[in-house]
């Protein structure tokens, strides 16, 4: 079965920086492409980025209001992949949720309350 | 960068009656890599449909997708009442991996 499960959300001052985590199980994660997700209070989802898996260079990509702010990364040896945010701004209070597609079909994790307020 | 548009923004039925949420793409989805989700307040969405027309696991069958190309569609054949949520649909064929803006459907 596959799980994902985040963590490192919580408060956090604007021009602050917060590292989240997602640990993986129930799939082969070397060789998953990784994305992350996000969604304000009161708005829509918003797909964050991705990286690919190492035999494709793990190459990143990043949606427009996060790049050069945010960086996607991953650990093989353990199963997790990581969001590293800088600069955070207030728009960037969300919850995020790391997400897995597989032939089409996705997997979300529970997701990690982030919150930007001074 | 692939635009979805959902329609129409606010859908107001009644429990029985058949739902049908449209999701339209600016270009098309590859591989009809298109999803659809559901969403009720305070809780995380919930897959309930991939691949356009694949349910996902324990979704009941008054779910239905169907589309290809640029216009996909979510049909629920007769609402329970659990099923008034938000949905949103999704595209995962091309980079970034879009969202439609929503689609509130709401008791009549």
């Known amino acids: 079965e596959v799980q994902l499960v985040e963590s490192g959300g919580g408060l956090v001052k604007p021009g602050g920086s917060l590292r989240l985590s997602c640990v993986a199980s129930g799939f082969t994660f070397s060789n998953a492409w990784m994305n992350w997700v996000r969604q304000a209070p009161g708005k829509g989802l918003e797909w964050v980025g991705r990286v690919k898996r190492k035999t494709d260079g793990e190459t990143t990509e990043y949606a427009a209001p996060v790049k050069g702010r945010f960086t996607i990364s991953r650990d093989d040896s353990k199963n997790t992949l990581y969001l590293q945010m800088n600069s955070l701004k207030t728009e960037d209070t969300a919850v995020y949720y790391c997400?897995?597609?597989?032939?089409?079909?996705?997997?979300w994790g529970q997701g990690t309350l982030v919150t930007v307020s001074s | 960068e692939i635009v979805l548009t959902q329609s129409p923004g606010t859908l107001s039925l009644s429990p029985g009656e058949r739902a049908t949420l449209s999701c339209r793409a600016s270009?098309?989805?590859?591989?009809?890599?298109l999803a659809w989700y559901q969403q009720r307040p305070g809780q995380a969405p919930r897959l309930l449909i991939y691949?356009?027309?694949s349910r996902a696991t324990g979704i009941p069958d008054r779910f239905s997708g169907s589309g290809s190309g640029t216009d996909f569609t979510l049909t629920i054949s007769r609402l329970e009442p659990e099923d008034f949520a938000v949905y949103h649909c999704?595209?995962?064929?091309?980079?970034?991996?879009?969202f439609g803006q929503g689609t509130k459907l709401e008791i009549k």
């Open positions: 270009q098309s989805v590859s591989s009809s890599c």
């Open positions: 999704q595209q995962c064929g091309s980079s970034p991996y879009t």
């Open positions: 691949n356009a027309s």
């Open positions: 997400a897995y597609y597989v032939s089409g079909r996705p997997y």
